[in-house]
Structure formats: structure tokens, C-alpha cells
């Protein structure tokens, strides 16, 4: 695979954010490439001026033999989501993990996705499933210490994309700690032939990096457009409703935040158009990254999960350390989740990069509200999330003052924020997996294999602790 090579960045102390790079071909060979090169996973190889890198093929199989892609669905046609999973690179381990309404015998949408996973099995994929409202999944977080990721009417798992997320990322690491990588990839993709480019690309982010033990990799994807049938035409729109107004703000954030290494003002928002179009990934369902950073990170409820990548990360290592120490503080996002405190800092560099795809992203449209909801969390995730970084700043009249009141106003005329609170939603905010016990969550889960919803196919003895 070709890519451009990342013309600048933003650094954030040890959060580094590189500019948007381009698929350019998705199968090139690099003339001076040889088969020594093509079996170091970090192997790359410039040309065309030193503009562009050329990820061999055997660089990017290597990485992909260390990567579980999660696949977090709800209510999508088989047919879609058997797509989607076929697309997936046979070297990659896939979870899927449903929400989807479950009923009796042949009425039970689940045991349907159940039995058309089954179809892969027998060709080397290795595949997981598992409902998102599994009693024993509930149970499981419960005895690892994750109480506050539990519905106390059911004691199950609550609703929610980013629930479902968190359990895919536990499931990945408790059954699976020598996979190096892990990728999402939404399930409502009607071509499926772009899911495997989406997972290349991802595995030309991580090669483009440094090892998992230097240094953390999120690789974030833009999709190429999104095609839109207007007027009896196709039109290729380059970007979705949701991200034309989360993405201009999350940029507006970094120019708060100071605007990273090459902007150090932090007495002005002013822009130029470059820093204004920084970040195009805001709202990335299709994003990978290294296990440990998964492990690391806070997760937001919902449909804030993604945007909200951005705001732990800066609290992490410009906040914090714009302070001196670690802050003891609260978040006021945490106080209401059972009084989580405010993370560790980071110990080591994080890389984010962003891809722009060849391919075009085709699902189905969601109505206006529904896109309202959406980027209503992602802007909900950057206001609460901010609440206390003004006093960083040792005035209510800073930049982050100054952005919050913008972001507010700018719901507030559209009739995004809540009746009753007069604000944006607040989401949930889970802590870092890294906190719960691990062994205890895979052992309970564990023994549910075939009993509950858990299922496994392609594993040698039949469990996925056998891999």
C-alpha cells in the first residue's frame, strides 16, 4: 500500500498529531523492496521525492496477524453485516458484538448472526461473538470492578455504541494479551470491499510508527465521501453531516489547547485554514489502535465515544502537564460516574494519524435527528470535558472559557441541548480498562463459552483461550 507521508503535526507534549495522509494505491510493490524489508513490520520505504511511502505487503501481513477487529452492530441486515465480516482480512481476529433485538427459536436475530458466522469457519478466521446484553458479560465487569459500565435495572451491560466498544476491547484483551492491535469497523457498511482497505489501513498507520513499546498509535480514517443519490444523481459528498460540526470544533479545541507545537499563543482562537482543517477523523467509526492505548484510555457513552479520543488525550498531556503534577481533581463528567478520578498521565509518546480511504463509504441515511443526537454527544463530550481546564489557565475568560460559551450558543440555537439542564448531553465517562482485573473478567466470561451468548469459531480445542 502507498500513502502520502504526514506534511506536519501538532504536538502536545507526549501527544503528537500528525496532519491527514491519502491512500494513494491500495497494492504497490516498491522496486528496491526486498523480502528481508517485507518481514519487518516497521519496514517503509520512500519514493516519488520522499512524499509518499510504499508499506510492502509482507510489512502490512505481519501487522494485520497481530490485529482484532471489532465489529459492533445492532440492528443491521444479516446480509450487511455477513458482508462486512467477509471483507475482513482472514489474518485478523474478529469480535462481533451485537445489540440487536433478540427474540424466540428462528425469531432471535442474535442466534441468526450466530449461525452466519458459522459459515467462516474452516477457511483460518478466527471468530468471536457475543451479545452485548449477555448476563454473564454484566457479571463479569461487575466482579473486575467496573460497576459504573452496568445497567442497575438488569444488571447487564447498558445500550450504547461505545458500551459495546468496551466490551469488544476486554474481550480482545483478556482472551487475546499477545495481539498487539486492535481496530473498529461499523457494521453498517453496504460495501463491503472498502472494510478490507479500512484494515490495511490500519495496519500502514501502525507500520508507519514506532514498536508498541516506544511509543502508542491511534489511526483514525476518513472515508474518500460519502455518496448521496440527489435528483436521480450520485453525488460523492466529502464529508458527513456529523463531522461538519464536530470536526471545525475539535479544531477549535486544539487552537485553545494552543495549538500544538507549531502555535504556542494561547491568548487567541485565530487560525489559518490549515489549522482550522486539522483534524478530519472527529467522528471516525473505522479507527484502530495499539492494545495498550485501549487499555489506557477513558471511553465515552454513546455516540460521543470517538470525539472524545481527543479531549482524554489532551487532558492527559497538555492539561496535566501544563500544571506540573497530576491533578487530584475531579472531572465533572466523572462525578456524576461514580466519582472516577481524573486519569494517570501518559508514560509514554501517543502518535494520532489520520488516513483518507480510496473508497467511498456507502450506508444506510440516518434522519436529520438522528445526526442530531450524534453530534450533539460529540459536542456534549468537548464542553463537559473542558469544564475544569479553565483553571489552568487562572481565569474564566481564556480561550476554553471563551470556546465553551461558543460551543453552548451554537447548540443552544439549534435546539441540541437538554430541556431540563439548559446544556448539551452530558456523557458518560467509563475509566481506562486498564483499571479493572483482567484475569478476573476472562475467567467468569470464559465459563460461559457456549452456555450464554458467547461464541467461538476457528479455534483450535474449541476455546479462544487456546489461541
Not at 284 to 297: P, S, V
Not at 309 to 321: A, K, N, P
Not at 434 to 456: C, H, T
Request: charged fraction near 25%.
Amino acid at each position: 500500500m502507498r500513502l502520502t507521508l504526514p506534511s506536519s503535526s501538532r504536538s502536545f507534549g507526549l501527544l503528537h498529531i500528525a496532519e491527514e495522509v491519502r491512500v494513494l494505491d491500495l497494492d504497490a510493490q516498491d522496486p528496491g523492496g526486498t523480502e528481508e524489508e517485507s518481514n519487518n513490520p516497521q519496514g517503509q520505504s520512500e519514493a516519488s521525492g520522499g512524499d509518499t511511502v510504499c508499506l510492502l505487503r509482507g510489512t502490512l501481513d505481519k501487522v494485520l496477524s497481530e490485529m482484532i477487529i471489532v465489529v459492533p452492530c445492532k440492528d443491521e441486515a444479516l446480509s450487511v453485516v455477513k458482508g462486512v465480516i467477509s471483507a475482513i482480512p482472514a489474518s485478523c481476529l474478529t469480535i462481533l458484538v451485537s445489540n440487536c433485538e433478540r427474540g424466540e427459536h428462528d425469531l432471535d436475530r442474535y442466534m441468526q448472526q450466530v449461525e452466519m458466522i458459522k459459515t467462516f469457519a474452516g477457511y483460518g478466521r478466527n471468530i468471536l461473538a457475543i451479545h452485548q446484553k449477555d448476563a454473564t458479560a454484566g457479571a463479569a465487569f461487575q466482579a473486575a470492578g467496573m460497576p459504573n459500565l452496568i445497567d442497575p435495572s438488569d444488571g447487564t451491560i447498558r445500550n450504547g455504541k461505545g458500551e459495546g466498544m468496551l466490551l469488544g476491547i476486554a474481550i480482545a484483551a483478556a482472551f487475546f494479551p499477545t495481539r498487539r492491535y486492535i481496530g473498529f469497523v461499523d457494521a453498517d457498511n453496504l460495501h463491503a470491499g472498502s472494510v478490507n482497505e479500512y484494515c490495511r489501513a490500519f495496519a500502514a498507520g501502525f507500520a508507519m510508527s514506532s514498536s508498541p513499546d516506544r511509543e502508542d498509535t491511534m489511526v483514525r480514517l476518513r472515508w474518500a465521501s460519502k455518496p448521496k443519490m440527489r435528483n436521480g444523481q450520485i453525488e460523492f459528498v466529502a464529508e458527513g453531516r456529523c463531522s461538519k460540526i464536530v470536526n471545525p470544533w475539535l479544531n477549535r479545541l486544539l487552537m485553545a489547547c494552543g495549538g500544538g507545537k507549531r502555535n504556542s499563543n494561547l491568548k487567541s482562537l485565530s487560525a489559518t485554514d490549515t489549522d482550522k482543517a486539522f483534524i478530519t477523523t472527529g467522528n471516525a467509526g473505522e479507527h484502530a489502535m495499539t492494545m495498550d492505548l485501549a487499555l489506557k484510555l477513558r471511553m465515552a457513552a454513546g455516540y460521543a465515544i470517538e470525539p472524545f479520543h481527543f479531549v482524554d488525550l489532551l487532558e492527559r498531556t497538555q492539561i496535566l502537564s501544563a500544571s506540573g503534577k497530576t491533578s487530584e481533581r475531579q472531572n465533572p463528567t466523572d462525578r456524576a460516574n461514580n466519582g472516577t478520578k481524573t486519569p494517570k498521565p501518559l508514560d509514554k509518546p501517543i502518535r494520532v494519524l489520520q488516513v483518507r480511504t480510496l473508497s467511498p463509504h456507502f450506508h444506510r441515511a440516518s434522519d436529520n435527528d438522528h445526526i442530531t443526537r450524534m453530534w450533539a454527544s460529540g459536542l456534549g463530550s468537548i464542553y463537559h470535558g473542558t469544564a475544569t481546564y479553565r483553571h489552568f489557565q487562572g481565569s474564566d475568560d481564556g480561550p476554553i472559557s471563551k470556546l465553551r460559551r461558543e460551543i453552548d450558543a451554537f447548540a443552544a440555537e439549534r435546539g441540541a441541548v437538554d430541556g431540563e439542564t439548559g446544556e448539551l448531553p452530558r456523557p458518560r465517562v467509563y475509566q481506562a480498562l486498564e483499571d479493572m482485573d483482567m484475569a478476573r473478567f476472562g475467567e467468569v466470561l470464559g465459563s460461559s463459552l457456549g452456555i450464554g451468548s458467547l461464541r467461538a469459531f476457528g479455534f483450535a480445542g474449541g476455546h479462544p483461550a487456546s489461541v
